[in-house]
Nanobody, 125 residues
């Protein structure tokens, strides 16, 4: 069983930065991703990273502002969020998938098998 725990959320002003972390008992061999859900909206894909960290994939809305990375020795996935906007306000969830990177859409929530409890990010204008 893979248990994921997010941290690093908070309340910031527009233009600020935050770094989210996701610690798992093991991410071994798993594609990892970040999703977010704003109030009264569906959960949406944000970013994904392959097990090796050599491949990444981003939603257009965050491309150039967010960076996903991982440290497998620490069983941790990160997401550096820069130039935050009020529309980035949401609960951010970490996820891990058994499906191999090459066969995964990366962006479909149904393809992820393990989820964290979420961390709140609030960006004020």
């Amino acid at each position: 069983q893979v248990q994921l725990v997010e941290s690093g959320g908070g309340l910031v002003q527009a233009g600020a930065s935050l770094r989210l972390s996701c610690a798992g008992r093991t991410f071994s061999g798993k594609t990892s991703g970040w999703f977010r859900q704003a109030p009264e909206k569906e959960r949406e894909f944000v970013a994904a990273i392959s097990w090796t960290g050599g491949s990444t994939y981003y939603a257009d809305s965050v491309k150039g502002r967010f960076t996903i990375s991982r440290d497998n020795a620490k069983n941790t996935v990160y997401m550096q969020m820069n130039s935050l906007k009020p529309e980035d306000t949401a609960i951010y969830y970490c996820a891990a998938a058994n499906k191999l990177w090459a066969y995964s859409s990366k962006r479909l929530a149904d393809e992820y098998d393990y989820w964290g409890q979420g961390t709140q990010v609030t960006v004020s204008s």
